[in-house]
């Protein structure tokens, strides 16, 4: 077969037709926002991760204008190689005192983080424990670590536990995501803080060596879960020196890219050490700006994730009283089981037609396909009005 053999991708193009996955990009045409515009035509938008609505807020524009103006747009330069400015600096002083660790790396997306960070911090002759429901970034960052990776029953301490045990290893690392994003259902992680803490052999105290490592992936948690700050805040946890979080800039802070906080001595090691860090020229400053300008906001205006989650309540109210089975949902992230893929298109279709954007979420992406309502502060009670009544025939 030949590079160029075009037979090849045509064949695999149509087998993916034929199953029903074949996906296609829309062109928004309009800011991101509860109302979008697509093809001329205006949509209530359900499908966005921006929950506190900032994409659009003119606190962040503001912000990254004025860095713009300072420090004008590309940055040239990995971080490293002298790309970031003493705004990336401001930035992690900010993480670093918002997450109550001694320190914290910006990262270009959480994409990049997972798939840098995990072989960062487990290593040949080490042991990964994966959620089964993680995040792809982080499969992928399995994928790349020399470490030996088992996926464990999803939210399933017991089966975690029993695999702990069971593994030699120099180092165990446990990997989850604190807020499932295709499910919208929340880690265990008050188990799991449990577990890991008994099994470090050498102890609670710092800065004693430890061999159990928990990496909290807290991409739908941050800006959302424990007054925004996260995860551990929600479950009244500690940022011990054996938990390192990562989250993302991208979804509820409305801006782009992501973090990494943990204790000095880690943190320093994936600078020194993640491949997508070194490798990967740095975010510009007006970006960087912007993600300053998002955690000023929601901690001056906590009213913004009380709204949040008054939507979230409504939304899922209103959806499981029509019938709907909303699996696990228990945060601003309302799966809608639907069957088939077919259906699942079928119902995502005649959603679009009356005015509502709510994406199939169809395999590889999960094993059971779905709509994935995700509500934000930012909708209006009249659309979350329209969603359920556009629902309400049965599908
Ligand atoms: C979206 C997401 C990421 C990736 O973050 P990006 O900034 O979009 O690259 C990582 N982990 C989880 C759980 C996510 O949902």
Known sequence: MLYNDKVMFS????????????????????????????????????????????ANHHDLIKASRLAMDKFGLGSGASRLICGGSILHEELEKKIAEFKETESALVFNSGYAANTGIIP??????????????????????????????????????????RLIRKTKAKHKIIVTDSVFSMDGDIASLKEIYELCASLNLYGRGYPAPTNCLLYIDDAHA?????????????????PEPWIIQMGTFSKALGSFGAFVAGSR????????????FIFSTALPSCVIAASIAALELIEKKPELINRL????????????????????????????????IKNTLKISQSLFEKGIFAPAIRPPSVKEPRIRITVTAAHSDEDIGRLIKALVTKM
């Open 11 to 54: 064949i695999s193009l149509r087998s993916l037709k034929g199953k029903n996955l074949f996906r296609e990009v829309k062109h928004r045409n309009s800011p991101q926002g509860p109302k979008i515009i697509i093809d001329g035509k205006e949509y209530i938008n359900f499908s966005s991760n921006d929950y506190l609505g900032l």
């Open 222 to 238: 941050t800006g959302v879960l424990g007054n925004g700050k996260g995860s551990l805040v929600h479950f009244g946890l500690k």
């Open 120 to 161: 960062a911090i487990a290593d040949e002759g080490d042991a990964i424990f994966s959620d089964e429901f993680n995040h792809a970034s982080i499969i992928d960052g399995c994928r790349l670590s020399k470490a030996k990776t088992i996926v464990y029953k999803h939210k399933d301490t017991d089966h975690l536990e």
């Open 309 to 340: 989650w008054a939507n979230r309540d409504k939304a899922a109210k209103g959806i499981t009283k029509l019938g709907y089975n909303i699996i696990e949902s228990e945060t601003p992230i309302i799966p809608i089981k639907t069957g088939s």
């Open 265 to 276: 001595d880690p943190i320093n090691w994936v600078l020194n050490t993640a491949r997508s």
